[in-house]
Structure formats: structure tokens, C-alpha cells
């Protein structure tokens, strides 16, 4: 029963950064760092829950999450494709936008209640032992379990896929192939944010159904560090964001049935994990896994193409 209900935690806390890592992995395939994660996330938090608020209706706010990151995320995009701008400082930036505005405009709807989305169990599939706890959750982290496979489908599976991979490979050569390089690269980003949008509408709606002010607590900066960890698949994003909801699901527990330990330790250990996943790939990298896409935050300019 113990395990059942931390795999349970496990998978509620870790939805949120899935989202956010596969929309990531999308944008990085194509060639483009987004490091504004965490500000498209606080975005999308905060107009989901505002839209759902509004109407009363949680998929149109689900929408408007998808929606407003990814016209927030457009505007990094053209940043960094079209006038070829520093993708670092544009993401940055961004973050720094999201966490501004949100602050600002979300103020007001501080302590509002709000009904999120509840538990729907799968008929049979409920029932099975442990892991049956996977399938008795909300419509939001089956739509994550639907991404995974469908991502990782379209990725390596489709033309589409083919050529979003190309651009983050050797842009030019795409581009010699009749590959507009720069609306695949433009459109990737562009839904990338959308999906770290849905991460953030996922806290607000279901995690935790009410807005509170920077409610990510860094779990942007978690999705740009799993990218790293689950070398760009969407299979390992999946293992690697339920490994860090497991972390933290587990300091909670911990807490609450009380322990020496201090509570602020307890709190670091999602972050240290974090990093201890930096230097693992950060080692694998040096011995020759080549892994990340070849051309990677290198802005492509068709008048240099050799």
C-alpha cells in the first residue's frame, strides 16, 4: 500500500516536468535552446487557471495555457531564427518575462478556489497491482503518457520527424534538401512552448488547483537539466521526470512522518539530484556520447552556408 501510494505521488509530481522536458526535447531537436522554460511554465500556470476561473470550463483552460505560452514562446522563437539573436540571453529573458508578469497580473486570483481535474480510473488496468496506481489519475497525465509515445513516434517514425531532426543536425544541409529550415525550427519552439505551458497549466488545474505566485519553484530549470539526462529521447524524459517526482515525493513523505533530519535538506534533495544528473552526462559527453543535435544553438544563416 506504501508503494502504491508513492508511485502515486510519484507520478503527480513529476507531470508537470514531463510536459516541459518533451516540449524541450522538440525545441532542441530542431537546433534552438529555450531556457525560458520556466517562465512559459508560470504562464501557462497562471492562464490556465485564470481562463478556467473565467469559464468555469478546465480544458478550455488547458487551451489557453497551451496557447498563451506558445504565443510567448513565438516571440523567442523570432528572436532567435529569424534575427538570429543569443538564445541563451532571448531564453533568459523570457524566464525572466514569465515570472514578471505572472507576479503581476496574478495577484488577484492569489487564494481563489477552483475545482481541478480529478482521478478517472481505467476499467481493469486500475486493478492491477502497484502499478495500477498509473492508471487511476487525471486526463492531464494520460495526455503526458499519450505524448510520450506519440512524440517519440513522430520523432523517429515520421518525415516530419525526419526533418525536425535535420534541422537540428546540419541546418544547411536541410536546407539544401528544400527544408525551410527556419519555419521548422520557428514552429518547434513555437509548440515546445505550448508544452511547457500544458506542464505549468498541470499545476495549477490538477496538482495543486490554485495559483500561487512563482507555483513552479524551479521546475523549468529541472526540464532543461532532464533534456541533458534523457539524451534528447522521450522515453528516458519520462524515466528521468518520474525520478525526480519519485525525490520528491519521498522528502515529503519524510516530512510528514517526521524525521531528524532537517526539513530544508530534505527540500534540497530534488535540486541535488538535479545536479548530480548535470555531471553524469556532463561526464558521459567528454568520453565521446555524442548525443545532443550537432548544430544546437547555432543560429542559421543561409549566406553561410557552405
Given amino acids: ?20 522536458t518533451l516540449g524541450e526535447i522538440i525545441t532542441e531537436r530542431s537546433g534552438i535552446i529555450n531556457l525560458g522554460v520556466e517562465g512559459l511554465m508560470l504562464i501557462g500556470a497562471l492562464g490556465g487557471f485564470y481562463i478556467s476561473y473565467l469559464t468555469g470550463n478546465l480544458f478550455l483552460g488547458v487551451l489557453a495555457s497551451f496557447v498563451l505560452a ?29 515570472v514578471g508578469i505572472t507576479a503581476l497580473y496574478g495577484k488577484k486570483m492569489i487564494g481563489v478556489p477552483l475545482s481541478g481535474f480529478k482521478k478517472i480510473s481505467i476499467p481493469f488496468l486500475s486493478k492491477i497491482p502497484v ?6 489519475q487525471d486526463l492531464l497525465v494520460y495526455l ?8 517519440s513516434f513522430l520523432l523517429f517514425r515520421t518525415k516530419l520527424g525526419l526533418k525536425i531532426r535535420m534541422c537540428g543536425e546540419n541546418p544547411a544541409a536541410a536546407d539544401t534538401a528544400g527544408i525551410n529550415v527556419f ?9 515546445g512552448s505550448g508544452l511547457a505551458g500544458l506542464g505549468g497549466a498541470y499545476l495549477s488545474l490538477a496538482y495543486t488547483p490554485l495559483w500561487i505566485e512563482n507555483m513552479t519553484a524551479g521546475r523549468g530549470w529541472i526540464a532543461v537539466a532532464l533534456v541533458i539526462f534523457a539524451s534528447w529521447y522521450c522515453y528516458r524524459a519520462m524515466f528521468g521526470a518520474y525520478l525526480f517526482g519519485g525525490i520528491s515525493a519521498l522528502q515529503l513523505r519524510l516530512q510528514a512522518i517526521g524525521t ?3 526539513a530544508h535538506i530534505l ?15 556532463t561526464i558521459r559527453l567528454e568520453k565521446g556520447a555524442k548525443v545532443e543535435p550537432e548544430s544546437l544553438g547555432i543560429a542559421y544563416d543561409r549566406e553561410d552556408r557552405r
Wanted: hydrophobic share 60%; net charge positive.
Fill in 260 to 262: 531528524n533530519v532537517s
Fill in 131 to 136: 502499478i495500477g496506481v498509473m492508471f487511476n
Fill in 144 to 151: 503526458s503518457y499519450f505524448l510520450v509515445i506519440a512524440l
Fill in 70 to 98: 506558445s504565443i510567448a514562446g513565438m516571440i523567442h522563437a523570432f528572436i532567435t531564427v529569424y534575427l538570429r539573436g543569443n538564445q541563451i540571453v532571448s531564453g533568459l529573458a523570457l524566464t525572466m518575462f514569465g
Fill in 267 to 281: 527540500q534540497m534533495l530534488p535540486y541535488i539530484f538535479t545536479i548530480v544528473v548535470l555531471v553524469i552526462a
Fill in 183 to 191: 519555419r521548422v525550427r520557428f514552429l518547434s519552439t513555437i509548440f
Fill in 1 to 20: 500500500m506504501m508503494v502504491e501510494i508513492l508511485l502515486d505521488a510519484t507520478i503527480r509530481s513529476g507531470t508537470s516536468i514531463l510536459f516541459a
